[in-house]
């Protein structure tokens, strides 16, 4: 969708809908994503993150399989509320206002003249008949937008797993993430390109990791990752699984 037809229709939807900042939930006008105050709140330039993993403890970069990943935002807090509304398709706020966020971010670095294609981490198709919503679809046609990119999200699979995967430690979301990504039979050909691959949140790169090495073994080039939010990894190590 253009950017102008965007505009228009939000504009339209707001005669109907009021428009929420999604973190927290002041009224904005038509015309905005986020209030001025989250949007400061948010930024994590401060935190100093690794450029290359956007983690303030490093993950082990000879195993990864992208080349970097950006985030706009920590997922703590109010965050992680905004993100399950987004999950079930209340708001699409945040996703469209990372998505321009971090466009912008990656024209001012040169990363955008590199890339040739957007895709998205996949969901179960059952989970999408749910009330869910894949996100990460959403965030990915709007970097496609933004970037004025083409989109493919018919690059991989999932197939569907009764476990929990933030309920998995480090080492059984590696696992885990290993089984249930799939490459998608007729896919289109990527040999040589550079690809965006987009998730909500990002929390061990597990899940990255394994669709960035699905790419790769498909022709890709280069495989370059985009999360509206990144966890802390210490947060992440201390958490008991049950
Ligand atoms: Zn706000
Ligand atoms: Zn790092």
Not at 49 to 58: D, E, G
Not at 137 to 148: G, T
Not at 197 to 207: A, Q
């Amino acid at each position: 969708m253009t950017d102008r037809k965007r505009m228009m229709l939000r504009r339209a939807a707001n005669i109907i809908w009021t428009n929420e900042c999604p973190v927290c939930h002041k009224l904005l006008e038509w015309d905005e994503l986020l209030c001025e105050d989250c949007s400061n709140k948010l930024d994590i330039t401060d935190l100093k993150l690794c450029p290359v993993c956007s983690k303030q403890t490093c993950l082990d970069h000879t195993t990864l399989k992208f080349s970097r990943v950006y985030a706009r935002c920590l997922y703590e807090d109010s965050v992680v509320n905004a993100i399950y509304e987004l999950k079930n398709g209340l708001t699409l706020n945040l996703a469209e206002y990372a998505a321009k966020e971090l466009s912008l971010q990656m024209k001012e670095d040169g990363t955008a003249r590199q890339i040739d294609l957007v895709t998205s981490v996949p969901m179960h198709f059952l989970k999408k008949q749910d009330k869910n919503i894949n996100d990460a679809d959403k965030l990915a046609k709007f970097f496609s937008s933004e970037l004025d990119k083409p989109c493919d999200l018919k690059l991989l699979g999932k197939r569907r797993t009764r476990t929990v995967q933030h309920r998995l430690t480090a080492a059984q979301r590696k696992e885990n993430a290993e089984r249930s990504f799939f490459i998608l039979p007729k896919h289109a050909d990527i040999t040589g390109k550079t690809l965006l691959l987009c998730d909500d949140v990002y929390t061990t790169g597990s899940t990255l990791n394994t669709c960035a090495g699905l790419l790769l073994e498909m022709g890709a080039d280069e495989v370059i990752c985009a999360a509206i939010a990144t966890t802390r990894l210490e947060h992440e190590r201390d958490k008991k699984t049950d």
